[in-house]
């Protein structure tokens, strides 16, 4: 993802010659291309992502169109004060770029992990959150970016993620997409992770004769309420995925709609992180496993999710 990124968003700054991109001491190389072509037009702010959030915000309030740029945890926690006074009490047209989001950076502990930045932002006003599933999505959905003026979170992952697209997809930020049809059940996720939902529904197909349908949920906040509102019209169980923590994120997003909506008669499994800080150090893939969010594990919640459903309609008849 990281490629595509630096790919696009160098064509897109020569379209716009408002584009700036602030670099929190990464990607150096990465943007070599960019700052050949455009040197007035990067800062490396250094490890000092609080500074470089408020000159983010300045620039923007002088009309230009600035990118934050570094570690997921680093560009959101690091400075929330910055993203809540400077950018989004002043809806300033910002675009943070956290990348390694949610386990790409595993390995490197609890440090580099961001499983809750999504529950942080989702609650600021006027703040965005988007989250593409593969590179392609990425391109679609960064060029939707750049034309918003308002703060926007762009989660992203690292790098070797699976591609869900077989080309560039025609999106827009706010309108869910769906990847695959299917008349069982309903899984909506968002991010590199969307990929083990894909596998998971592989298995159920296979292994239960369950038709999945897949979603990608791309856009956290603002939530796509009529493609949710079709979703739980056709589906009694649906299920939300995602590499961040079960608090705060796209399945609570979808809990409070269905509260506020009066959903009745309807199942929502959310499947995340847990709520906790979790020890084990190693790759991506370890990780995942270890905390029961690959797709077997994914496979065997959902199955237990329906038969539960199954058995309590039976008692309840």
Not at 75 to 86: A, F, G, P, S
Not at 165 to 180: A, E, F, Q, S, T
Request: hydrophobic share 40%; proline share 4%; charged share 20%.
């Amino acid at each position: 993802m990281r490629n595509a990124f630096a790919e696009t968003i160098t064509k897109l700054a020569s379209l716009d010659q408002r584009i700036v991109l602030l670099s929190g001491d990464i990607g150096n190389r990465l943007f070599d291309p960019f700052k050949k072509l455009f040197p007035n037009r990067f800062y490396n702010c250094g490890v000092a992502e609080a500074n470089m959030t408020s000159v983010a915000a300045g620039l923007a309030l002088s009309g230009l169109k600035p990118i934050t740029y570094t570690i997921a945890p680093f560009n959101t926690t690091r400075c929330l004060e910055q993203i809540k006074i400077d950018i989004c009490y002043h809806n300033a047209p910002v675009i943070i770029v956290g990348v390694g989001a949610g386990l790409s950076y595993a390995s490197l502990g609890g440090s580099h992990q961001s499983c809750e930045d999504i529950s942080f932002l989702r609650s600021l006003p006027n703040m965005n959150i988007v989250s593409p599933c593969d590179s392609y999505e990425l391109i679609a959905l960064l060029k939707e970016a750049v034309k918003i003026d308002k703060p926007l979170y762009f989660r992203m992952g690292k790098k070797n993620e699976p591609l869900i697209y077989d080309k560039i997809p025609n999106l827009k930020i706010g309108k869910g997409n769906i990847i695959k049809k299917g008349k069982d059940i309903c899984i909506i996720s968002y991010g590199p992770i969307l990929h083990e939902a894909l596998l998971a529904a592989d298995i159920l197909k296979e292994k239960e004769k369950i038709n999945a349908q897949i979603i990608s949920m791309h856009t956290i906040k603002p939530l796509d309420t009529d493609l949710l509102k079709d979703i739980f019209n056709n589906f009694s169980s649906v299920i939300s995925i995602e590499e961040h923590s079960i608090i705060g994120g796209l399945g609570s997003s979808i809990a409070e709609w269905m509260i506020d909506s009066d959903i009745k008669n309807k199942r929502l499994l959310r499947i995340g992180t847990p709520d906790s800080f979790f020890s084990p150090i190693g790759s991506q893939t370890f990780v995942r496993k270890k905390l029961k969010i690959d797709a077997e594990n994914i496979y065997y919640k959902i199955t237990n999710h329906l038969k539960t459903y199954e058995n309590t309609r039976c008692n309840i008849s």
